[in-house]
Nanobody, 123 residues
Framework: QVQLVESGGGLVQGGGSLRLSCAAS????????MGWFRQAPGKEREYVTA????????YYADSVKGRFTISRDNAKNTVYLQMNSLKPEDTAVYYC????????????????WGQGTQVTVSS
């Protein structure tokens, strides 16, 4: 089992920045690909970004490319999401996900999910 706990959400003005963290515990964190998803009210969960277990490769949805950056620190069992140039349409609950298979993370079928952290961007 892997437990994931997100933090760092909050209210920010449009154009601002936030950094989300996802702390993992349980199994060997470095064995897992990680990702972030988000879900806005009344909408389906949306893929945001993913990172390989080594951190060498990262992938982004077009909607966040150039604004968001995913990174990980395997020594701290933590994955981060740096969000810059935030827009009101980025408002959502953000979830981190973990799976041994990167494609499972990217497809939204990861084995492990956090509880989510709310991000609200005002206009």
């Amino acid at each position: 089992q892997v437990q994931l706990v997100e933090s760092g959400g909050g209210l920010v003005q449009g154009g601002g920045s936030l950094r989300l963290s996802c702390a993992a515990s349980g199994r060997t964190f470095s064995n897992y690909a990680m990702g972030w998803f988000r879900q806005a009210p009344g909408k389906e969960r949306e893929y945001v970004t993913a990172i390989t277990w080594t951190g060498d490769n990262t992938y982004y949805a077009d909607s966040v490319k150039g604004r968001f950056t995913i990174s990980r620190d395997n020594a701290k069992n933590t994955v981060y999401l740096q969000m810059n140039s935030l827009k009101p349409e980025d408002t959502a609950v953000y979830y981190c996900a973990a799976d041994e298979i990167l494609l499972s993370v990217m497809r939204g079928t990861a084995d492990y999910w956090g509880q989510g952290t709310q991000v609200t961007v005002s206009s």
